[in-house]
């Protein structure tokens, strides 16, 4: 039979979810191993006959678990988009997917209807700046790291590199900080791209930018803005070291 746990959940109506272990990445004495899982249905934490759920890793979800059950629609909310969390063991390593079960499942908000983004690893940057080369040759017709809408930068205490990218926003900040509404999504790829002749150069957008992304034409004065190249982004495809990934959202 299988183990009940009751906490409330009071009178918002909530989502019913799957918690999935899905990989591990070091070592579990448990043990939890992938493909174990528990459900959370109603007010309820349901384990399978014979199941078992580590209690440090219990303790860390479950934070997380109530949120994720909210059947609520907010576009710029980092809840809906927030599906993984790891065991707080450093040698454990487990991670942990949280999906909705079945139908019951969160509705679509306008940022989950962005399709893409590009995600960065500056663990495996190695500064080659290929990126920036061929964002400006895509873009602009010559190869000129300044005119590069993606831009690689090196700390010079630890000698790392990381590559910057518009992040996409659902609700982006950029957007509702220009004054002339010079900036607007793209109904087909999700992203934000600029009218160069609306745009006053007023530089508003880069300071609302909450990452430094946006950096401006050498030329033109005009925000420069990942455009995801139509939504076959060139940069990710030249990226030698896989630095670079387009996610779906």
Not at 69 to 85: F, L, Y
Not at 100 to 115: F, I, R, V, W, Y
Not at 199 to 213: D, E, L, N, S, V
Not at 221 to 231: E, K, N, R, V
Request: proline share 8%.
């Amino acid at each position: 039979m299988a183990l009940l746990i009751f906490f409330k959940g009071g009178n918002v109506a909530m989502v019913d979810l799957k918690v999935v272990v899905e990989e591990v990445r070091g070592f579990c004495d448990l043990p939890m191993k992938p493909g174990d899982y528990f459900e959370v249905r109603g007010g309820a934490i349901v384990i399978p006959e014979g199941g078992k759920v580590c209690l440090w890793a219990l303790q860390s979800l479950m934070p997380l678990l109530p949120l994720k059950q909210r059947n609520i629609v907010e576009d710029n909310d980092w809840v809906p988009h927030t599906n993984k969390i790891i065991c707080p063991d450093p040698k454990g390593g487990v991670v942990y997917r949280i999906e909705p079960l079945g139908a019951n499942s969160h509705p679509k908000s306008e940022t989950q209807d962005l399709p893409l983004r590009i995600v960065a690893d500056p663990s495996k940057c190695v500064g080659c700046r290929v990126c920036e080369l061929t964002c400006s040759f895509v873009h602009e017709g010559v190869y000129c790291p300044d005119m590069s809408r993606i831009r690689v930068e090196k700390d010079e205490l630890t000698g790392k590199d990381e590559p910057i990218a518009c992040h996409q926003c659902g609700t982006a900040r950029c957007v509702l900080a220009c004054p002339v509404g010079a900036l607007k999504r793209n109904a087909a790829t999700g992203a934000v791209e600029v009218d160069g002749d609306k745009c006053i150069r007023c530089k508003g957008c880069a300071k609302a930018c909450p990452f430094g992304a946006i950096r401006f034409h050498p030329e033109s004065g005009l925000p420069m803005i990942c455009d995801l190249c139509g939504g076959d982004p060139k940069c990710v495809k030249e990226c030698v070291a896989k630095a670079l990934e387009v996610r779906e959202r």
